[in-house]
């Protein structure tokens, strides 16, 4: 049995929000990094008028909250597998005052649309029961990754934003713990120019096949991207920022 609390926390330029975490579980530090923290610099990617912030791979919300109270002109959309966390992302969302601005796709972000992915929860080593929640799409990511997994639908940015109508996308964040490469695969011209940053972290899925995860992940979008990441590519997990070419 897991115990649900709701802690405060201060943001950037004076925001703050109340969220229900797990208490043992990875969420209070990810609340800490990504909110308090400001860990992808949301205060650096102000949109303009019209221009959306797609989050992928939202966990309990902590980024999509963030984001909708820096810039309430913008609407967010934010992705998220995990049954457990689209519960705790719809009660952050609403204790926030943000039912309005941030709409939830309860769906895998992938290379397909209605199909079925299985996102793997961690096992019950220490380091597992801590990140439990932080599916992933590869067993072969870190040891952690344990046998139980959901089987959930997937979705195409193509989709999203043609369903919604988007015109623009001023960041697309990005964590989706190795399913990052199938989200970005073989996304049509037109989508990619629509967007402007993309932000987030890389993950690499299998480390004794692949040796360079972020050029791996870079070479799907550089014809229309420019690699800005500053802090050097290593082999298991790190940042990334592509920037859209003018």
């Given at each position: 049995?897991?115990?649900?609390?709701?802690?405060?926390?201060?943001?950037?330029?004076?925001?703050?929000?109340?969220?229900?975490?797990?208490?043992?579980?990875?969420?209070?530090?990810?609340?800490?990094?990504?909110?308090?923290?400001?860990e992808?610099?949301?205060?650096?990617?102000?949109?303009?008028?019209?221009?959306?912030m797609?989050?992928?791979?939202?966990?309990?919300?902590?980024?999509?909250?963030?984001?909708?109270?820096?810039?309430?002109?913008?609407?967010?959309?934010?992705?998220?597998?995990?049954?457990?966390?689209?519960?705790?992302?719809?009660?952050?969302?609403?204790?926030?005052?943000l039912?309005?601005?941030?709409?939830?796709?309860?769906?895998?972000?992938?290379?397909?649309?209605?199909?079925?992915?299985?996102?793997?929860?961690?096992?019950?080593?220490?380091?597992?029961?801590?990140?439990?929640?932080?599916?992933?799409?590869?067993?072969?990511?870190?040891?952690?990754?344990?046998?139980?997994?959901?089987?959930?639908?997937?979705i195409?940015?193509?989709?999203?934003?043609?369903?919604?109508?988007?015109?623009?996308?001023?960041?697309?964040?990005?964590?989706?713990?190795?399913?990052?490469?199938k989200?970005?695969?073989?996304?049509?011209?037109y989508?990619?120019?629509?967007?402007?940053?993309?932000?987030?972290?890389?993950?690499?899925?299998?480390?004794?096949?692949?040796?360079?995860?972020?050029?791996r992940?870079?070479?799907?979008?550089?014809?229309?991207?420019?690699?800005?990441?500053?802090?050097?590519?290593?082999?298991?997990?790190?940042?990334?920022l592509?920037?859209?070419?003018?």
């Open positions: 049995m897991i115990n649900l609390k709701s802690l405060g926390f201060n943001g950037p330029k004076g925001v703050t929000a109340n969220f229900i975490i797990r208490d043992g579980t990875a969420d209070e530090c990810t609340c800490q990094a990504t909110y308090r923290s400001d992808y610099g949301f205060v650096r990617y102000q949109p303009g008028p019209g221009e959306w797609i989050d992928a791979g939202g966990y309990i919300g902590t980024t999509a909250v963030l984001y909708a109270q820096l810039y309430p002109q913008t609407k967010v959309i934010v992705i998220e597998p995990l049954p457990e966390n689209c519960e705790l992302i719809k009660k952050n969302i609403e204790n926030n005052g039912k309005d601005r941030i709409i939830l796709i309860e769906k895998a972000l992938f290379n397909t649309t209605g199909e079925k992915v299985d996102i793997h929860y961690r096992d019950d080593s220490p380091v597992g029961i801590a990140h439990k929640f932080v599916g992933s799409q590869s067993v072969k990511y870190t040891e952690s990754v344990g046998c139980k997994f959901y089987g959930a639908e997937t195409t940015l193509e989709k999203i934003i043609n369903d919604f109508k988007i015109e623009a996308v001023r960041l697309l964040k990005m964590d989706l713990e190795c399913s990052e490469y989200a970005l695969e073989n996304q049509p011209e989508i990619l120019k629509k967007i402007q940053t993309i932000k987030g972290e890389y993950h690499n899925p299998d480390k004794s096949l692949i040796k360079n995860p972020r050029t992940l870079y070479k799907l979008v550089e014809k229309y991207f420019i690699d800005k990441s500053n802090e050097p590519e290593t082999q298991f997990i790190g940042s990334f592509f920037e859209r070419r003018s």
